[in-house]
Nanobody, 119 residues
Framework: QVQLVESGGGLAQPGGSLRLSCAAS????????MAWYRQVPGKQRELVAS???????NYAESAKGRFTISREYAKATLYLEMNSLKPEDTAVYYC?????????????WGQGTQVTVSS
C-alpha cells in the first residue's frame, strides 16, 4: 500500500504561482510513475503532468510551458510548480502513483488539494 498526501494548494491571483507537494509513504520501493491530475465539478479528472522513475515527463497541452513536475526520490516527494496561473486552472489537484510489483501495476490517489485562481 502507498499513501499519498498533497499539500500546497490555496488561492492565487491570475499570473501568480503555487507549488504543490505530494508526500508518498508506505510501500514506496515499487513506485514507477507519479502524476498530477485535476478535476472540476461536473467534469472528468484530467492528467496535468506525469513523471516516470527514469525522469521522463509528460504534460497536458494546457500545462506546457507553465507547469513543471519534479520528483525528489530521497524524500519520496512529488512536486508541481505552477506559474502564470489562469482562472481555468482552478480545480482540485490529485496526486497519483503507479506501483509495479511482480509485473502488476497498482494505482493510488491522494485526497486532493484545492487550487483557486482568482483576483
Amino acid at each position: 500500500q502507498v499513501q499519498l498526501v498533497e499539500s500546497g494548494g490555496g488561492l492565487a491571483q491570475p499570473g501568480g504561482s503555487l507549488r504543490l507537494s505530494c508526500a508518498a509513504s508506505g510501500s514506496i520501493f515499487g513506485l514507477y510513475a507519479m502524476a498530477w491530475y485535476r478535476q472540476v465539478p461536473g467534469k472528468q479528472r484530467e492528467l496535468v503532468a506525469s513523471i516516470t522513475i527514469g525522469g521522463s515527463t509528460n504534460y497536458a497541452e494546457s500545462a506546457k510551458g507553465r507547469f513543471t513536475i519534479s520528483r525528489e526520490y530521497a524524500k519520496a516527494t512529488l512536486y508541481l510548480e505552477m506559474n502564470s496561473l489562469k482562472p481555468e486552472d482552478t480545480a482540485v489537484y490529485y496526486c497519483n502513483a503507479e506501483s509495479r510489483t511482480m509485473g502488476l501495476s497498482y494505482y493510488y490517489w491522494g485526497q486532493g488539494t484545492q487550487v483557486t485562481v482568482s483576483s
